[in-house]
Nanobody, 124 residues
């Protein structure tokens, strides 16, 4: 089973910065796309940014120019650097990782795992 542990959320003033981290562990054979999603109160979960193994990124229009996603394949980690934060960025941020895992029988199967979420609050 694949586990994701997120860190780095918190309270920050408008215009400030935060860096989120997510570490993947478990019986991982290969990792494909890694990404960050967020869910604000009363709203649906939405894509923030994704990154492929070769570093190709896809960012939501609302965060372009402010947020940067990166990954460390060797450490199985994904990061989200958030700059120029706005009140509308307030949400619970979730890490998402897709790939292939080894089962207890030695077989390989796809996985699509989510972290537990980390709260980001932007407020003065």
């Amino acid at each position: 089973q694949v586990q994701l542990v997120e860190s780095g959320g918190g309270l920050v003033q408008p215009g400030g910065s935060l860096r989120l981290s997510c570490a993947a562990s478990g019986s991982i054979f290969r990792i494909y796309v890694m990404g960050w999603y967020r869910q604000a109160p009363g709203k649906q979960r939405e894509l923030v940014a994704t990154i492929t193994p070769l570093g190709i990124t896809n960012n939501a229009d609302s965060v372009k120019g402010r947020f940067t996603i990166s990954r460390d394949n060797a450490k199985r980690m994904v990061y989200l650097q958030m700059n120029s934060l706005k009140s509308e960025d307030t949400a619970v941020y979730y890490c998402n990782v897709r790939g292939v895992e080894r089962t207890t029988t030695g077989a390989q199967q796809d996985f699509n795992s989510w972290g537990q979420g980390t709260q980001v609050t932007v407020s003065s």
